[in-house]
């Protein structure tokens, strides 16, 4: 669906709009909450794996054998990579990336929307390391279903923390019943 061109305003970036959610009066709470579950989802399940990998051991009637892989460093990167990017986005002050009011600096708009690019550069940065450790280090060596689960969980946390992190913008961006705009 395109914007006719009498309703287009030179000034955006994007054709669409931010979205218009209406999920009653508390639709600013439900999301903040459920960014915030999101969040503390996508940490426990890479927690859960580094732990288990920390306490691997042989399986049960079997001799032991040194486990053959671990959670390192290298599993923690893209990790940290999406949650940096989740940072970076969630501190950008909205208005700013709209570009709804006059801060002066004209150029203040495209800085905004510059962090905006490099935090979700991050985030996609953090998701294509986890896939590629989970290929890379886990699928193509043919680990045992027990291990591969080191890499399904830093994929899902990378996941998980992306989407926290749209939830918890759009949430933030919509209005509230208490909040007023005064124009003159």
């Known amino acids: 669906?395109?914007?006719?061109?009498?309703?287009?305003?030179p000034r955006r970036v994007c054709l669409n709009p931010f979205p218009n959610i209406t999920l009653g009066k508390?639709?600013?709470t439900i999301g903040i909450y459920l960014a915030g579950g999101l969040f503390a989802l996508a940490n426990w399940t890479f927690l859960d794996a580094a732990v288990l990998s920390a306490h691997a051991r042989s399986p049960r009637?079997?001799?032991?054998?040194?486990?053959p892989v671990h959670v390192t460093f290298l599993d923690w990167l893209p990790g940290i990579c999406s949650l940096l990017g989740?940072?970076?986005?969630?501190?950008?002050d909205k208005d700013r990336v709209q570009g709804n009011e006059d801060f002066g600096d004209s150029r203040a708009v495209w800085r905004?929307?510059?962090?905006?690019?490099?935090g979700f550069a991050f985030m996609a940065g953090g998701l294509a390391g986890s896939v590629?450790?989970?290929?890379?280090?886990?699928i193509l060596n043919h680990y045992p279903e027990q291990f591969t689960y080191y890499g399904y969980a830093n994929v899902s946390q990378n996941i998980a923390l992306m989407l926290s992190s749209i939830v918890l913008w759009i949430s933030q961006s919509v209005s509230t019943e208490y909040e007023y705009t005064l124009s003159i």
């Open 1 to 9: 669906m395109a914007v006719p061109r009498h309703d287009y305003d």
């Open 132 to 138: 590629t450790v989970l290929v890379l280090k886990y």
């Open 86 to 92: 989740m940072l970076v986005i969630n501190l950008i």
């Open 61 to 67: 009637g079997e001799p032991d054998r040194p486990v």
């Open 26 to 28: 508390h639709r600013r």
């Open 112 to 118: 905004a929307r510059l962090f905006l690019f490099i």
